[in-house]
């Protein structure tokens, strides 16, 4: 049941998250669903809308990119029980290394949007800031802590304990090792209040 790309073009981002979304809404109210996504990801400079950048797209062109609101309406559409979003990416143009945009000396403050359906969305970051990385684990400072809890817990945790773990160690790593803040924040749709945090994984 796990569908998985590496370097993806725009075409097959689309392709597999149409796919996905037709699979859930067979399945409908008994259909769970973990999206996880790390790369690149910009807003437009005008409208402050968050995209995801596949590999063949220029954040100086945003016409073919991944709009991050048309992926979460196509799958809150979709009746599912539950679908979790982990996103190791930043919305600024600041870039995990260098940057996509680094040059231009500016990070834009990604629009948010609102959630539909039973979404839950764990972001690496705040406003503008940047996902780091943690270089000596060969990983997003994110990702690593993601993956390490889930290792840890061998699974066995609630999304409200992996919610304050990744906040609490992310938050204070990226200082102790990048020297800059970076605030991991969870979004819920309004249907879920608080009762993502009971959430199994």
């Known amino acids: 049941n796990m569908h998985f790309i590496v370097n ?3 075409g097959e981002m689309n392709q597999e998250i149409d796919l996905v979304a037709k699979i859930m809404k067979k399945i409908g109210s008994k259909a769970e669903l973990i999206v996880y996504y790390a790369g690149h990801g910009y807003p437009d400079e005008l409208t402050k809308v968050p995209y995801l950048i596949p590999v063949d ?6 016409s073919n990119a991944i709009k991050l609101d048309d992926m979460y309406n196509k799958l809150a559409a979709t009746g599912s029980k539950k679908t979790t979003i982990f996103l190791d ?3 600024t143009g600041g870039g995990r290394n260098a ?6 000396g500016f990070k834009v403050k990604p629009k948010e949007g609102d959630l539909k ?3 839950l969305v764990f972001s ?25 809890k889930l290792q ?23 200082l102790k090792i990048n020297k800059k ?9 309004s249907n879920l209040q608080d009762n993502w945090k009971s959430w199994k994984f």
């Open 152 to 174: 840890e817990s061998k699974g066995k945790v609630s999304m409200g304990e992996l919610s304050s773990y990744i906040k609490d160690n992310v938050s204070l790593e990226s």
């Open 181 to 189: 803040d970076q605030e991991p924040k969870v979004y819920q749709s």
């Open 89 to 91: 990416a930043c919305f």
């Open 57 to 62: 797209v220029s954040a100086g062109n945003l």
């Open 8 to 10: 993806a073009t725009a």
């Open 99 to 104: 940057g996509l945009l680094a040059s231009r």
């Open 117 to 119: 359906g039973n979404l």
């Open 124 to 148: 690496a970051t705040s406003e503008e800031q940047s996902a780091l990385p943690y270089h000596k684990e060969g990983h997003g400072m994110f990702t690593y802590h993601l993956l390490k």
